[in-house]
């Protein structure tokens, strides 16, 4: 199937954050909105040199493709622009990377810390991504390839997880080289490539490796709580939830007879004999990074929460055919099985399969809860999918 194509539309500011113009609208390769070297390279075409700060707005109600409009600071050059209505409002929720001279904030404060670690001077730096979530950074060293991560507030504590990692189970996640506590970070490259698409075996390499990471962290899970991971543990996680549902009651059949059922489902699971540990929230296939003879490196912790490790592995089976799903789940729960003697992991994944599609409404809601209203088509019809989702498989 092939993908939609985007169009880019960029309304550049100057560093005062005044309006100038707009670019010529061009199109580009990869039809995700999150993605922007190819806008910075087109801008480049056109002899200006710039930093995208922020989705403005798109001509349909979800990624990806369609015509999409960004905001971007012009850095350098004097190119030829068309005129534009847009005139720039403030907004509480906006990320610091996605201001007027946030990018180049982001760049300074990496400049210091590479020159505090022995990176030195960046020779180059190249803008990867900007969306709601993160803004990413490629800044190549004499030592090497850094990347320079830059998180929104709520999602800040990432760096936390890192550095426990970092001191427990060096290598199996990115390498932390520095973190000023408020959302940004540098990372050490990764070798490889992506998990998309993983077959059986190396997800069963993946579940090896996270499990692994999980008994360990049942010794730390109060002091990671000390540290700002999100608690969802026991009735912290019913709270959410119902937070979340609530105003869908109406609108969605099904869901207050699933809320009714809820607390005697966790209830079920708790009674499976599981311990709660350190969640990586995400742990779909694509978040595993592999290449030969290292181990797989697991990356993205911005979701990572204490609560219950089985809703890990019901994300990883995600794309198998069921057969190898069901088995995916069976090595997963004889991992635990040897953990704790006498419990039951496989009930409580399949007790927890509506639970996930919840906290997946529950996500979602705090993304659309953080970010100003022009970034909300990255995610708003995801919390009533989810909420079906979570009908229909209880």
């Known amino acids: 199937m092939s993908l939609p194509t985007r169009t880019a539309v960029l309304v550049l500011v100057d560093g005062d954050g005044a309006v100038l113009g707009r670019l010529p609208a061009f199109d580009v390769e990869i039809p995700y909105w999150p993605e922007v070297e190819e806008l910075v390279e087109g801008a480049r075409r056109y002899g200006a040199e710039i930093s995208v700060l922020r989705l403005l707005h798109a001509d349909r109600p979800h990624p990806p493709g369609g015509v999409v409009t960004y905001l971007a600071q012009l850095e350098r050059g004097t190119p030829e622009l068309e005129p534009t209505s847009f005139r720039p409002l403030p907004h509480e929720r906006r990320a610091p990377f996605a201001e007027v001279g946030g990018p180049a904030a982001s760049i300074a404060w990496a400049r210091d810390a590479l020159e505090a670690a022995?990176?030195?001077?960046?020779?180059?730096?190249?803008?990867?991504?900007?969306?709601?979530?993160?803004?990413?950074?490629?800044?190549?060293?004499?030592?090497?390839?850094?990347?320079?991560?830059?998180?929104?507030?709520?999602?800040?504590?990432?760096?936390?997880?890192?550095?426990?990692?970092?001191?427990?189970?060096?290598?199996?996640?990115?390498?932390?080289?520095?973190?000023?506590?408020?959302?940004?970070?540098?990372?050490?490259?990764?070798?490889?490539?992506?998990?998309?698409?993983?077959?059986?075996?190396?997800?069963?390499?993946?579940?090896?490796?996270?499990?692994?990471?999980?008994?360990?962290?049942?010794?730390?899970?109060?002091?990671?709580?000390?540290?700002?991971?999100?608690?969802?543990?026991?009735?912290?996680?019913?709270?959410?939830?119902?937070?979340?549902?609530?105003?869908?009651?109406?609108?969605?059949?099904?869901?207050?007879?699933?809320?009714?059922s809820l607390p005697d489902r966790l209830a079920a699971v708790e009674a499976c004999g599981l311990p709660e540990t350190l969640v990586h929230g995400d742990f779909h296939a694509g978040n595993v990074r592999f290449a030969a003879s290292v181990l797989p490196v697991i990356l993205d912790w911005g979701d990572a929460f204490l609560g219950h490790p089985a809703f890990d592995v019901l994300r990883l089976r995600e794309g198998l055919p069921a057969g190898e799903a069901d088995a995916l789940v069976e090595h997963w729960a004889g991992l635990w099985r040897q953990v704790a003697p006498g419990s039951d992991p496989a009930r409580a994944a399949r007790l927890l399969e509506p639970v996930a599609a919840l906290l997946g409404a529950v996500v979602y809601a705090t993304f659309v809860q953080n970010i100003e209203p022009s970034e909300w088509p990255y995610h708003a019809d995801d919390v009533p999918a989810c909420l079906r989702r979570a009908v229909e498989l209880a």
């Open 118 to 260: 022995g990176y030195g001077t960046p020779e180059a730096t190249r803008q990867r991504k900007t969306w709601n979530l993160s803004a990413l950074w490629r800044l190549e060293t004499a030592w090497g390839t850094v990347w320079l991560k830059h998180l929104p507030p709520f999602l800040r504590t990432e760096h936390e997880v890192l550095a426990w990692l970092g001191a427990v189970a060096p290598g199996v996640a990115p390498p932390l080289i520095a973190a000023d506590g408020t959302g940004r970070e540098l990372l050490g490259h990764l070798p490889g490539e992506d998990g998309f698409g993983a077959p059986f075996a190396a997800r069963v390499a993946m579940a090896d490796q996270l499990h692994g990471l999980q008994q360990r962290a049942l010794d730390d899970v109060e002091a990671l709580s000390e540290r700002g991971v999100r608690d969802r543990r026991g009735s912290l996680l019913w709270e959410q939830i119902e937070a979340v549902t609530e105003p869908w009651l109406v609108d969605i059949l099904g869901l207050g007879a699933l809320l009714e």
